[in-house]
């Protein structure tokens, strides 16, 4: 892979359309960046900017349910807020951050220096802030936010707005904003797909990728096929609402339950889509911290690998309520059991691989082992529900709300949050503050669980999802209260956080390059990594490459540091810290050519939410509007060089 | 895995500053890959629609039923012309790669052309139905076909714009034989849909209600 950035560059042809924008720092250099990093932390940003108000949806809901006969809000607002938060939190918190997390680290653990499509990585971000800035304006404008659930089950969502049971146009900001959102997150897909496959440095094989990028592997190509599945189910619900067909349409012989197959299709792989990224972040820091390798690589990944495609047969266990018929609900009943296989192997690799190590309790490694034991918890209730008789008590009540949240928040958000531990220092060169972390990890902890674990017992209790109020004298009050107080625990423990990061990012203790004397290649930059990631494209020869490095091992097994002599030799291998010594003049970068800046992928982007308000108004005059940036975009991207 | 080398042709980025081709790990440029991706992901897009065709098969509450409306050797001939085109396509790669810019514009143009026909045919067709009362609304047969239909309408639509795209590109003589995995890379485009086009005609037209 050296020689393609390697190569002296010929006098640039001057095909761009606008001026080749330059600057790489300074606020506008945000909008043309194509810099993977920049992008990664854009994501991850916008992405907690998300959570922070999905959150906030949170803690209203949790307000009007704190006690009996709630008067805070009224059921259309209930809905309206429920809606969002779970929208948000699948499309615009979970998805995007692990995305912004692969995005900085991927190119950096394979050894390459940038993604394969920088420019399409721009667009990526662009479409997903545009998607959710989109979906967000429907507060303002259009009647109602949408209104019908995240799942945005039919004929409800689908009937026309005439006849409609839902008021305003929510359901058409959530159909059309969805669709965006799809398109963003193919596209990223796609680039992390070519990215793994095709940059990987010389000697980095498959199976001596770090297990990050593996289940980032497998997480782009579940997103991959998931995505066209809801986006075609979202096109029939908006040519329901908008044009009068029939799909969903029981008086015209359409079947709703058709919405339900098409939607949880695509529903259930997106589980996978949001955990898989957690199970790789945690895999990356059991080791670090526990100064062993990782237990059954090879198995974690398969596993990784497995959920990939069991996952895709397993959709109709959320629909046992429906009536599919004793034969289709046993089957998938049984590969519900099947899939929580390879899930349970990998806990079980998680907690050999923390056995008998040198474990440090720093921050990250105390998210990570949050996550085995919550994400534990999400998993056995998670398997309760493959039981069928049990699961048809238990739909749509509380009980599988408690579910849902042990494995998104107590699997993904644990891991993300272990991870910003981890990765801060590689992004900043500073140290995130790690009291202030304690006392992150020990608020979420026991905010986590005083919030959804109560939820288990009002579930079985029989207290109804989505339900806006409730009587006295059920026996949920009690719980429903103590709910409240988990949550706002919860908000104290990120606003930690934020302050932490705020803070860090300026002040925080300095950290060297390697401060967890970690195994992985992002290590042996600098932090943080200049632009071109490494200066001289390292050579893999094993599974864990940096470590063997610095580490060799002694007779009996233990691990002996290398003379620094050597180590050091290694950095200014990899890191370009030597003056110079290669001949080549790389040892600063210099030489090196990187994909420029570029206007366009955010000029397209901007088309989207421009065609999107033509769609959810049907205003035919938007739609030259929306084109004329999405093909002045376009066309100038494809003749636009990607490096100048 | 899939370590060995691989002849492959320059790449976009390096054809343009005029150097040899970059090695992927795979060997499959990055570009050719990425289009692969996007049509295994295009597969689930039709498959999805096409599932929702079959699902509702012969439920229509009412007329008219596809029998009525459907004219299968006006169909055959437009669909044939589309299959010729991927002929046309092929032959327009071919002669980028023997450096004939003259027939590359030809074909290039003929690929573009009969799929505009195929198009001049769906639309006929399309007007045709309505005159004899098949709406989106009228039913589920309406609905079902018109969206299934119209959506690989645009499919091909797409591709037209992007054919012309490369021929103007051609006619300015900015498209040399460096770049034919630009051509290459329209032309997997332009058979996926044309793949897809027998699918839908097999499934939706040929097989009888």
């Known amino acids: ?644 | 895995m899939t370590e060995q080398q691989v002849a492959i042709p320059p790449s976009q980025e390096v054809a343009e500053a005029g150097h040899a081709a970059p090695e992927t790990t795979t060997g499959v440029s990055n570009t050719k890959l990425a289009m692969w991706l996007f049509l295994s992901s295009d597969c689930l897009f039709f498959g999805a629609f096409i599932s929702a065709y079959l699902f509702y098969r012969s439920r229509s509450q009412a007329g008219p039923k596809p029998q009525d409306v459907y004219n299968i050797p006006f169909t055959s001939v437009t669909s044939f012309v589309l299959l010729m085109s991927s002929l046309t396509m092929v032959l327009a790669l071919a002669a980028i790669m023997r450096g004939d810019y003259r027939r590359l514009r030809i074909w290039l143009l003929a690929t573009a052309l009969f799929g505009a026909t195929f198009i001049g045919g769906q639309v006929f067709e399309f007007t045709e139905f309505y005159r004899q009362g098949l709406t989106l609304h009228k039913n589920l047969f309406g609905s079902t076909f018109f969206v299934l239909t119209g959506l690989h309408g645009a499919h091909v639509t797409a591709g037209i714009i992007w054919l012309l795209s490369l021929w103007g590109l051609a006619a300015q003589g900015r498209l040399t034989a460096g770049d034919s995995e630009k051509v290459e890379i329209a032309g997997l485009y332009w058979h996926f849909v044309d793949v897809v086009w027998i699918v839908i005609f097999t499934v939706v037209y040929l097989i009888p209600h």
Do not use: C
């Open chain 1, 1 to 644: 892979m050296t020689t393609v950035q390697d190569v002296v560059r010929a006098p640039a042809r001057r095909l761009g359309v606008l001026r080749r924008p330059q600057a790489t720092t300074g606020f506008w250099s945000w909008f043309t960046t194509i810099d993977h990093k920049k992008i990664g932390i854009m994501y991850a940003t916008t992405a907690v900017t998300f959570l922070v108000i999905g959150g906030v949806e949170a803690l209203l809901l949790r307000l009007q349910l704190a006690g009996p006969n709630g008067n805070l809000m009224t059921a259309a607002q209930y809905n309206e807020l429920f809606t969002m938060h779970g929208t948000t939190m699948v499309f615009l918190m979970g998805m995007p951050l692990a995305v912004g997390v692969a995005n900085y680290l991927i190119p950096l653990q394979i050894g390459a220096r940038d993604v394969a499509f920088p420019r399409l990585n721009a667009f990526g971000y662009w479409g997903f802030l545009m998607g959710g800035l989109f979906i967000y304006s429907s507060f303002f404008i259009g009647g109602s936010a949408p209104n019908g659930g995240w799942f945005g089950y039919t004929p409800l969502t689908s009937t026309p707005l005439d006849r409609g049971f839902l008021p305003g146009h929510g359901p058409d900001f959530w159909a059309v904003g969805l669709i965006m959102l799809g398109i963003a997150s193919t596209t990223s897909a796609i680039n992390f797909i070519v990215t793994i496959l095709n940059l990987r440095a010389p000697g980095m094989t498959l199976m001596r990728m770090p297990v990050f990028t593996w289940m980032m592997l497998v997480t782009a190509f579940l997103t991959l096929f998931a995505m066209p599945i809801i986006t075609a189910a979202l096109i029939m619900v908006y040519f329901d609402r908008n044009f009068g067909t029939n799909f969903f349409q029981p008086a015209a012989g359409g079947d709703p339950l058709l919405y339900q197959h098409l939607f949880w299709l695509f529903g259930h792989p997106e589980v996978y889509i949001l955990i898989l990224p957690g199970m790789g972040i945690v895999s990356e820091i059991l080791p670090v911290f526990s100064r062993k390798p990782l237990f059954g690589y090879a198995v974690v990944v398969f596993s990784g690998i497995a959920i990939g495609f069991i996952g895709w047969g397993v959709w109709a266990h959320h629909m046992f309520a429906t009536g599919l018929g004793p034969v289709a609900i046993s089957a998938f009943g049984l590969s519900t059991m099947v899939i929580a296989v390879p899930t349970g192997v990998k806990i079980f690799n998680w907690l050999a691989t923390v056995y008998r190590g040198a474990v440090r309790l720093k921050t990250a490694m105390l998210f990570a082992l949050g996550f085995i034991a919550m994400f534990t918890l999400g998993g056995l209730s998670g398997v309760l529900h493959s039981v069928v008789p049990a699961d048809t008590q238990q739909t749509d009540t509380y009980f599988v709300v408690a579910h849902f949240h042990y494995v998104l928040f107590g699997g993904l958000v644990f891991a993300l949050f272990g991870g910003f531990y981890y990765w801060f220092p590689k992004l900043y060169g500073r140290f995130l503050d790690e009291r202030l972390g304690q006392v992150n990890f020990w608020t979420m902890l026991i905010g986590f669980n005083l919030t959804f674990f109560p939820m288990h017992f009002v579930g079985l209790l029989g207290m109804p999802r989505r339900t806006y109020r409730y009587d006295s004298g059920l026996g949920w009050d009690f719980m429903n209260l103590l709910e409240t107080i988990g949550a706002f625990i919860i908000a104290f423990s990120v606003l930690v956080f934020l302050v932490n990061a705020i803070v860090s990012r300026r002040r925080g203790t300095p950290s060297g390059h390697d401060p967890w004397d970690a195994r992985t290649l992002e290590w042996s930059t600098p932090s943080p990594p200049p632009m071109y990631n490494f200066a001289e494209i390292p050579q893999v020869e094993s599974r864990d490459d940096y470590w063997h490095h610095k580490y060799t091992e002694d007779e009996s097994g233990h691990a002996v540091r290398l003379p620094s002599g050597a180590a050091v030799a290694v950095e200014e291998r990899t890191a370009g810290g030597g003056d110079d010594g290669h001949g080549d003049g790389h040892g600063e970068g210099h030489g090196i050519h990187m994909p420029s800046p570029s206007y366009f992928p955010f000029i397209l982007a901007l088309g989207l939410p421009v065609l999107g308000y033509a769609a959810v108004f049907q205003l035919i005059w938007l739609v030259p509007l929306g084109a004329l940036p999405l093909l002045f975009g376009m066309y100038a991207w494809a003749i636009e060089p990607q490096t100048e």
